[in-house]
C-alpha cells in the first residue's frame, strides 16, 4: 500500500539552473524565486546545478557570486555544489562523462550524425529571416558522411565536425506546460537537427539540461519562457533517450519598459548592487512577489513569508515591467 502510494506520488524534485554567465539580476531572481516556492509550498526538494558549460560567457567568479546572491536573498537548496547531495557532481563542466554517455546512447540508436557546416554556412543557407531561437538547419551533412572520422577529414586541421541530432520529420511535439498552457512544434520545420555537442566532448546545453535533469530526478523543470521555445527538442531527447520528461512550467521574465530583456542600459538590477547599497534582502524579495501578484506594492517579505501567498493563479501572464515606479524606488 505504502509503496503503492509513493509510486503514484513521486516526491516533488525542482531545480535552480543559473548559468555563471553574467551578474545575478532582478530577472533571474524572479525565476527563482517561482520555481523555489513552487518546490517548497509542496515539501519538494531543490537541486542547485551550475550550468558553467558555455565557457567562453562565463565570468570568473559569476558561480559563486550567484550562490551567495541567492543566499543572501534567503534562498535554500537540500543539494548542490556547496551542499554535496547523492548526484555529485553538480557542476556541469565536471559531468561531461554523463553527457558523453548519453551521445553514444543516441549514437548507438544511428540518431546522431556528424557535421561540418559551420555557423556561417548555416547562415548563408537560410532563404527566410531566421527564428529569435536559431538559425534553421536544412540537413546539409545528414547522410553525407559515413563516421565521424571522414567528416573530419572533411574540415581543415584544427576544426571538429559538431554532433547533430536527426529531428523526426514533420512530427508536432506536444506538451501541456504548468503555466503556458498547450504548446506544440514542429522541430522539423522550425529548427531541423540540433547540434547536441561542438565536438565529440564538447556537449551543449540542449544535451546537458536533458541528461542531468533526468539523472538529478527532477519530477519538474521551472524556468523562464525564453526557454519554452526549447522544450520540444529536450522532449524529443528524452524519448530518443528512453527517459520520462519531468513536467515543465515556463514563467514570464521581466522586461523594460520596451519589453526588452533586462540590460545594462536599463539600469543597475543587479543583486549585489542593492545588497551593496545596504538595502535589506525583504525589500528586494517584496519587489519580486509585487511582480508576481502576492504583495502589496512596498511590502518587505522574507521568502519564507510569501511561502503562503504562492498561487500561480495570481501570477501575471504578461511579463514584469520595470518600471520608473520601480526603478525610482530601488536607486536605478
Ligand atoms: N542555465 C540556464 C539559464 O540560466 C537555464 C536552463 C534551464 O533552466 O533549463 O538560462
Redesign the pocket.
Known amino acids: 500500500m505504502m509503496l503503492a502510494m509513493f509510486a503514484s506520488h513521486p516526491i516533488y524534485r525542482g531545480r535552480l ?3 555563471p554567465t553574467g551578474v545575478l539580476h532582478l530577472g533571474n531572481a524572479r525565476t527563482f524565486l517561482i520555481a523555489w516556492l513552487r518546490a517548497r509550498s509542496q515539501g519538494g526538494a531543490l537541486v542547485m546545478r551550475m ?1 558553467d558549460l558555455d565557457h567562453p560567457k562565463n565570468k570568473p567568479g559569476a558561480a559563486d557570486a550567484a550562490l551567495e546572491d541567492l543566499r543572501w536573498l534567503g534562498f535554500d537548496w537540500d543539494e548542490g555544489p556547496d551542499a554535496g547531495g547523492p548526484h555529485a557532481p553538480y557542476i556541469q563542466t565536471a559531468r561531461t562523462a554523463f553527457y558523453a554517455r548519453a551521445l553514444e546512447a543516441l549514437s548507438a540508436k544511428g540518431l546522431v550524425y556528424p557535421c561540418v557546416c559551420s555557423r556561417r554556412d548555416v547562415e548563408a543557407g537560410q532563404s527566410a529571416p531566421h527564428t529569435e531561437d536559431g538559425l534553421f538547419y536544412p540537413g546539409t551533412c545528414r547522410g553525407r558522411f559515413p563516421d565521424y572520422d571522414a567528416a573530419r577529414r572533411a574540415l581543415p586541421p584544427g576544426r571538429l565536425p559538431a554532433w547533430r541530432f536527426r529531428v523526426p520529420e514533420g512530427e508536432t511535439v506536444r506538451f501541456e506546460d504548468g503555466f503556458c498552457g498547450a504548446c506544440a512544434q514542429d522541430v522539423s520545420a522550425l529548427i531541423g537537427d540540433f547540434v547536441l555537442a561542438r565536438d565529440p566532448h564538447g556537449a551543449g546545453y540542449m544535451l546537458a ?1 536533458v541528461a542531468d535533469d533526468a539523472e538529478m530526478g527532477i519530477t519538474e ?1 521551472v ?1 523562464g519562457d525564453d ?1 519554452l521555445p526549447a522544450t520540444p527538442r529536450q522532449l524529443l531527447l528524452y524519448r530518443a533517450l528512453g527517459l520520462t520528461p519531468p513536467a515543465f512550467l515556463h514563467v514570464p521574465l521581466v522586461v523594460s519598459e520596451e519589453g526588452r530583456r533586462l540590460a545594462k542600459r536599463h539600469g543597475d538590477t543587479r543583486i549585489r548592487a542593492f545588497r551593496e547599497a545596504g538595502m535589506p534582502p525583504e525589500k528586494v524579495i517584496g519587489l519580486l512577489a509585487w511582480w508576481c501578484g502576492w504583495a502589496a506594492w512596498g511590502e518587505c517579505l522574507t521568502l519564507r513569508g510569501v511561502l503562503p501567498r504562492f498561487d500561480l493563479s495570481a501570477l501575471p501572464r504578461r511579463p514584469a515591467v520595470l518600471t520608473p515606479q520601480v526603478k525610482r524606488e530601488f536607486g536605478m
Do not use: G, K
Open positions: 539552473a543559473p548559468s550550468e539540461v523543470v524556468r526557454l
